[in-house]
């Protein structure tokens, strides 16, 4: 009895304390500023991943085997974080590309920007049966990617998708008008390549974690990979916080140079990665 009155009691604290805060934030009592939130989530989540894979390698009584496994499942985070701060850009930084700078008319009829939206999951449907079957023949003869190598294939088409944005938007800049003229092929396109990109890199890097993990960390690591998600939807909210309109609309080469950025840095994480397969697989012993 006393341990539910504990727990109401916590609840009636807890809603109450929530009522409070909700209350300030609508009569503008408190304000938040979203941007710093989103930087020191970042810094908290990111942080707090080093910290656990340190405790964990130094405090857990793991074997040299175990460790090493721990090891490669920390790099397979990083490309997973790197590859969904581009990815989850299809509800941010893409959807102003399609809002602001995309030609979406049918005839007389202009398309909502949403409807690109329905472009990942349909190739999903499309695609996935395609790679399985790949995976699968290039098994039976002995060609099949590693692990690492297949992460790597993700971040490079990642790269890939958002070099046709780059070059749609030089192509708008070169136009000279900044509108809604870009041909909505580009956005198709880009969320093709993303998707072959996801197929590589998700079911795979979830597989090889349950795995990789020792039994006792299951859980814990596989809330660690889920993480690398939360990680990358802030990264893609603070790029996506750089489309500004009005800004871009001064300086148009700032649209070339965010898709730019973002191509570069996937595309050099996509070969530092290949290039690392080898030893990324020596650290994953007998798991393929």
């Known amino acids: 009895m006393k341990r539910e009155k504990n727990i109401r009691l ?12 909700v209350g300030l934030l609508l009569t503008h009592i408190i304000s938040i500023n979203p941007v710093a939130i989103a930087q020191i989530s970042t810094y908290v989540l990111a942080g707090s991943v080093i910290v656990y894979f340190i405790y964990v390698l130094l405090v857990e009584e793991l074997d040299l085997s175990e460790k090493k ?18 990815y989850e850009q299809q509800g941010s930084s893409l959807t102003l590309f399609a809002d602001r700078y995309t030609d979406r008319f049918i005839g007389t009829f202009q398309f ?12 999903v449907v499309l695609l996935t049966p395609f790679i399985a079957w790949l995976w699968v023949w290039l098994s039976k003869r ?36 900044i509108g809604n003229n870009a041909s909505p092929n580009w956005l198709v396109l880009t969320y093709v390549l993303h998707t072959f ?3 590589c890199l998700y079911p795979v890097g979830l597989s090889a974690v349950s795995k990789l993990s ?3 960390l299951l859980g ?4 660690v990979w889920f993480i690398s998600l939360a990680l990358g939807n802030l990264v893609a909210g603070l790029f996506a916080g750089e489309f500004d309109e009005q800004v871009i609309a001064s300086d ?27 030893p990324i697989k020596k650290l994953m012993g007998d798991i393929h």
């Open 69 to 86: 496994k721990i090891v490669s499942i920390a790099l397979l985070f990083m490309a997973s974080a790197m590859f969904y701060g581009g």
């Open 197 to 199: 990109g996801e197929i």
């Open 142 to 177: 002995n060609m099949s990617p590693s692990t690492p190598a297949k992460l790597s294939f993700g971040l490079l088409f990642m790269g890939l998708g958002y070099a046709a944005m780059m070059w749609a938007s030089l192509r708008l800049v070169a136009s000279g008008q």
């Open 112 to 123: 909502p920007s949403g409807w690109f939206q329905t472009v990942p999951p349909l190739a």
């Open 220 to 223: 814990q690591m596989m809330g």
């Open 10 to 21: 916590g609840l009636i604290i807890f809603i109450t304390a929530l009522a409070v805060f």
């Open 252 to 278: 148009p080469n700032l649209l070339v140079d965010l898709f730019w950025i973002v191509t570069k840095v996937m595309m050099v994480a996509g070969v530092i990665f290949l290039l690392l397969a080898k």
């Open 214 to 216: 020792p039994k006792r």
